[in-house]
């Protein structure tokens, strides 16, 4: 399982960018797909969670409005969409991959990094006041 994050930046405040996820070597529909964040000096944190296959998506209630989650089955990519960035938005943000568990668990568990055993590297975004 490799996942390649990318698509980081520096914008200023209320500004857009537009991560994605990169996943090869694995079975695409049977996973779902998470991005998570962290902030120097902070826990990794959830931000939102894809099912490739049912396409049910999650968001962590600060980026609800504002950031988008979406899969791409042709190219084995999963974006984020981030739109209005706010400076506390500013992370490394990561994705995670996890094998699809029933739609009614994922709705449960779908923010617990530790169910995610496959991460790619980080991508920075600054987001400037």
């Known amino acids: 399982v490799q996942l390649q994050a990318s698509g980081g930046g520096l914008v200023q405040a209320a500004g857009t960018l537009r991560l994605s996820c990169a996943a090869s070597?694995?079975?695409?529909?049977?996973?779902?797909i998470g991005w998570f964040r962290q902030a120097p000096g902070k826990e990794r944190e959830p931000i939102s969670c894809?099912?490739?296959?049912?396409?049910?998506?999650y968001y962590v209630d600060s980026v609800k409005g504002r950031f988008n989650i979406s899969s791409d089955k042709a190219t084995q990519t999963v974006y984020l969409q981030m739109n209005s960035l706010k400076p506390e938005d500013t992370a490394v943000y990561f994705c995670?991959?996890?094998?699809?568990?029933?739609?009614?668990?994922?709705?449960?568990?779908?923010?617990?990094?530790?169910?995610?055993?496959?991460w790619g590297q980080g991508t920075q975004v600054t987001v400037s006041s």
């Open positions: 070597g694995f079975r695409f529909d049977d996973y779902a």
């Open positions: 995670g991959a996890r094998v699809r568990p029933p739609p009614s668990l994922l709705r449960k568990l779908w923010a617990s990094r530790e169910r995610y055993p496959f």
């Open positions: 894809i099912s490739i296959r049912e396409g049910d998506t």
